[in-house]
């Protein structure tokens, strides 16, 4: 391109190129205002206002708790894992409208109010108490919308790495390494209805009542039947007994033994002759008590006969479901979902980017980022358009709030000027439109 000649903050090639760096006026992350507007409509700011608690006294004060509560949770679902990034976000654009219009010219917080924020303010009892009842009440005005009489509930564990010594951490043997090992329930749209971090070395089922009891409470007490599902951690018997005496049916993954594949022992030969290339599935329920348990309860066995392998596989489930045999698996197998969402959860919004010291400290991140991510899902279910619902929420990411703008300021109003690529002015009013169409949250 020839040579290059500078000026200060501006750069000229061969003449007739000019570059100059306007950060404070342009953007990456436009689509988030998109965003900004569904978390209106779903009485963010009032949910923060009623469930966490301000201590800051003078010039504290100059931020306010609202707005540095979106610009956590924001910069979060926009893919940015770090409170380093904050200095440079300050200026941008978007994360400067998505909070009060007074930061409109002067700009977000940086780096160290944030750091004080999530590791001080937030780390206080009451306040973290609060942050889980904002996430729960947000999705809760989504649910006014749903007009099921039946919700299924969908608890899983994961692996949360450390960064060196910190408060809480422990060798996990199933994931063989030394982490957290949060825990998380969800509905079956994919909301994040709790999360609880724990010391990396406690059993996957540990505290599994703290999370689910009062979620069924709270289902059953809007008149919905309630339904539940679980890989082999969580094959307890106290929980078949609270589910059982709250009503709730499931379908619990059990581990294999000797007594159980006696049951099965006719299916586990492959029929004589030669084998299809499909798999040989077959199913049977029986009656069924292990020693641990008070009373005999249904147990529903799958097994599948593949080509080339020598031994079959066989999964047992534990389920007070009335259904055929196949619909049980079935239904059992749609929780692979809530893995899929812990996944998306990792990679789009960083629950797992826990690097604090203080255990409580990561206690907050960890809410903060299932913030996140249930805004990112509820605009996803909410908001886009059919054709494009069913995108991961990296995908989201990438596609919609990535989009590049300009903000240009005149005397009496702003102008942001977005570039159309996957954000396309047609889709961005369609989004707007459903938005709109969204019930103003009562109170």
């Known amino acids: 391109m020839g040579e290059l000649h500078h000026e200060p903050f501006q750069f000229t090639f061969n003449g007739f190129l000019k ?87 002067r ?5 160290s109010t944030l750091h004080w924020f999530e590791t001080e303010l937030l780390t206080r009892e009451e306040n973290l108490v609060g942050l889980m009842a904002v996430n729960r009440d947000v999705i809760g ?20 790495p450390v960064h060196g010594q910190q408060e809480g951490s422990a060798y996990n043997g199933h994931f063989e390494s030394v982490c957290y090992h949060p825990l998380f329930l969800f509905n079956d749209h994919g909301d994040c209805l709790a999360a609880k971090l724990r010391s990396g070395n406690v059993h996957s089922g540990d505290d599994w009542d703290e999370l689910l009891l009062p979620e069924i409470e709270r289902q059953q007490a809007e008149g919905k039947s309630v339904a539940f599902r679980a890989d082999a951690a969580f094959a307890k018997p106290d929980i078949y007994e609270a589910l059982e005496t709250r009503g ?73 479901l009335q259904l055929p045999n196949r619909a049980v698996v079935r239904f059992y197998n749609k929780r692979g979902t809530a893995e899929q969402w812990i996944k998306e959860g990792k990679q789009a919004a960083h629950w797992t980017r826990l690097s604090c010291h203080r255990f409580r400290a990561n206690e907050v991140r960890l809410q903060l980022s299932v913030l996140a991510y249930n805004l990112g899902n509820l605009w996803r279910r909410l908001v886009l358009p059919k054709r494009i619902d069913s995108w991961s929420l990296t995908s989201v990411q990438q596609r919609l709030v990535k989009t590049g703008g300009r903000l240009v300021k005149h005397a009496r109003y702003y102008w942001l000027l977005l570039a159309e690529s996957h954000l396309t002015r047609r889709l961005f009013g369609a989004m707007l439109r459903r938005i709109w169409a969204l019930p103003v949250p009562s109170g």
Request: glycine share 6%; hydrophobic share 40%; proline share 4%.
């Open 248 to 320: 709730v049916q499931y379908a619990i993954r059990i581990p294999a033994n000797e007594n159980l594949e006696w049951e099965i022992a006719d299916l586990l030969f492959r029929s004589p002759g030669r084998p299809s290339h499909k798999p040989l599935v077959r199913y049977k329920s029986f009656s069924y008590q292990a020693g641990s348990w008070t009373q005999r309860r249904r147990v529903v066995a799958k097994v599948e006969h593949h080509v080339g392998e020598l031994f079959p596989r066989v999964g047992f489930i534990v389920t007070n």
């Open 107 to 111: 700009g977000a917080a940086l780096t």
């Open 141 to 160: 005005q989504a649910e006014t919308l749903d007009r099921s009489d039946r919700t299924v509930l969908d608890m899983d564990s994961s692996e949360s």
């Open 19 to 105: 570059v100059a760096f306007q950060g404070s006026r342009v953007t990456s992350d436009a689509g988030l205002i998109l965003v900004r507007e569904l978390d209106e409509r779903l009485g963010l700011e009032t949910l923060i206002t009623a469930h966490l608690s301000d201590c800051r006294l003078g010039l504290n004060t100059q931020f306010r708790l609202a707005d540095l509560l979106r610009q956590s949770v924001y910069s979060r679902l926009a893919g940015y894992e770090d409170l380093n990034d904050a200095a440079r976000l300050s200026t941008d654009p978007t994360f400067r409208l998505i909070g009060s219009p007074k930061m409109w010219d």
